[in-house]
C-alpha cells in the first residue's frame, strides 16, 4: 500500500484543518488506518485510529473532542478533521495502515505501510 498526505498548512490557533491519506496498490477496507505525528524535537506520538469498518475509534487524550478521524473506503483515503487547533498540535503528520489486531493499533511499530509526512503549522 502506499500512502499519501496531504492538507497540512500554516494556520493560527483555533483554525481548522483537514488532513487527507490517498492510499494506492492496495484496498484499504482490510487494515485498521491511524495518524501519528512528530513534533519538532520530540518522539513520533500516536493520534487517532479508525477500524477497518470504521466504527471504532481511538484518540490520543491530547487530541479528544477536536480532532475526528473517518474513512471512505471506496475512495480508499483517511481523513482527520482537525478543529480548534493549538500551538502545540504543530507537528508532522503521518499516516499508516495496519493489518495487526486494533489493540496493536495506537504502537508504531505495529503499522505495515507508511505515508509521507504532511506539515501542520499553527500559530499562536
Known amino acids: 500500500v502506499q500512502l499519501q498526505a496531504s492538507g497540512g498548512g500554516l494556520v493560527q490557533a483555533g483554525d481548522s484543518l483537514r488532513l487527507s491519506c490517498a492510499a494506492s496498490?492496495?484496498?484499504?477496507?482490510?487494515?485498521?488506518m491511524a495518524w501519528f505525528r512528530q513534533a519538532p524535537g520530540k518522539e513520533r506520538e500516536f493520534v487517532a485510529a479508525?477500524?477497518?469498518?470504521?466504527?471504532?475509534?481511538s484518540y490520543v487524550d491530547s487530541v479528544k473532542g477536536r480532532f475526528t478521524i473517518s474513512r471512505d473506503n471506496a475512495k480508499n483515503t483517511v481523513y482527520l478533521q482537525m478543529n480548534s487547533l493549538k500551538p502545540e498540535d504543530t507537528a508532522l503528520y503521518y499516516c499508516a495502515a495496519s493489518n495487526t489486531v486494533w489493540s496493536t493499533v495506537e504502537r508504531d511499530y505495529f503499522m505495515d505501510y507508511w505515508g509521507k509526512g504532511t506539515l501542520v503549522t499553527v500559530s499562536s
Open positions: 479508525v477500524s477497518r469498518g470504521g466504527a471504532g475509534t
Open positions: 496498490g492496495r484496498t484499504i477496507r482490510n487494515y485498521s
